[in-house]
Each structure stands twice: as structure tokens, then as C-alpha cells.
């Protein structure tokens, strides 16, 4: 093991048992999607040995390239990829063969080709609306009000399986202002998971995954915490 695996395992099972106190003190359980976007396979193995399962993938290319790296290297893993990052029109046929998840769908647009472009001998793709909560004009996402709409129609989606919602809150520094999106999420939520069958709200990331499992959370998605600062490389 090299020493940044071990660090890496390190900081997974400081993670966890973050979250497994938070989740012992409020009751409810959450899930770790392992946010592995900028780093190289070699660091998603150490996790992966270390026993997180599931990661996630913000650029298509990025991510496609490292489902095949464990396909063709480590088939005995047995991991769940989510993509959860921006996606462009022409960039969703690689992610509809290789990924379990597309956490990000803010567009019927997209729904359509991804429900379009799944393999028929893979089960439906999950997906999440990405809502962009905040109401930032820069951000992606579905607009609360358009919501129950965009819902119906992936809902009708047959290669797709509506799961909920997940959002990107604006960072903030202070605990209310981290708090009041997380709850208006949780209300969003809870307005529609009865009408679609939704079992799945992904919020939360480094910084806010103890407020957002206390909000009401039943996914959150962790990079830095995990893998470390990232590097990004130098815009060409
Ligand atoms: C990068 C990213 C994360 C993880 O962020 P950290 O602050 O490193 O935990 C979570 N969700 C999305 C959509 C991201 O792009």
C-alpha cells in the first residue's frame, strides 16, 4: 500500500464515522457516494479495497475512461458509478452505457437521450433531477416551480428510474444560511416522493454533510474529505 492509499482509507473511515454518528443521533441512515472526479483509478481502488463501493464522476470523459479501467483491471470490484456533474447533449451516449446513476438530469432533453441511449441488456438507468435551489441564474438545475412537471414527464421515461432529487446548494459560511436550502430541498422532497415512489435525496458534499444528514439527506456525495485537495489541471 502506497502511503497515499493509506491515507485515503484514512480518510474514508473518518468519514464514515462521522456519519455514523450523525446518523445514530438523528436516526436515519444515509449513503456515501465517494466523489472521485480529478483523481486517478489507482486512488478509487484504495478506496474500493478500503470497502466504499460507490463513487462519483463529474466529467464524462473522465469518468467513462475510469468504469473501464475496473472493467478491464478489476472486474471483482464490484462498484456503483454515479455521474453527477454537467452534462452535454453529445456527451450522454458513453455515460448511458457505462453508468448505474446520473445524479445531474436538468433537462428533458437530456432525460430523453439518456432513456434513448440505455443499452437494452443493462436494468433502467437511475436518475435524480438536479434542482438548482439557490436560484443562482449561473447554476444548472430545474427550477423548483418547473419541478412536478419535468418529473412527470422522465417519469413516463421507460429506461429511466426516477429516484429524487439532488441539489448543489450555494456555499455559504454561516449554519443557517448552509441550512435553509438543505430544508427547502427536504420540503421539495416531500411534496413529490409519495406521487413518484422517490426514495433518494442527494445533498450535501465535504463541507455540509452533517448538516445536510440532519436536514434530511439520504445520499451525500464526498470528495475532498476523502480523496484530498484536488489539482486541477492548467485551462489550455
Ligand atoms: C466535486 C463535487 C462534490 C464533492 O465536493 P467536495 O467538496 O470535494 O466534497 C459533490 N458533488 C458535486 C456535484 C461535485 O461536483
Redesign the pocket.
Known sequence: MTQRDQEIAERLALVKGTLSQVCTRTQSSVELVA?S?TFPAEAVLAAALAGQSIF?E?YAQEGCAKVDWFKENHPECKLVWHF??PLQANKTRPVAERFDWVD?VDRMRIAKRLNDQRPEGLPPLNVLIEVNISGQQSKSGVMPEELQAVAREIAKLPRLKLRGLMA?PEPAEEDEAVRSPLRAMKALFDAYKDEFGWDTLSMG???DMVQAVEEGATMV?????IFGE?HYPAKA
Do not use: W
Open positions: 466523489v472526479k462519483g463529474n453527477i456533474g445531474s448543489i458534499m465535504s463541507a456525495r464526498v470528495g475532498s474529505a484536488r
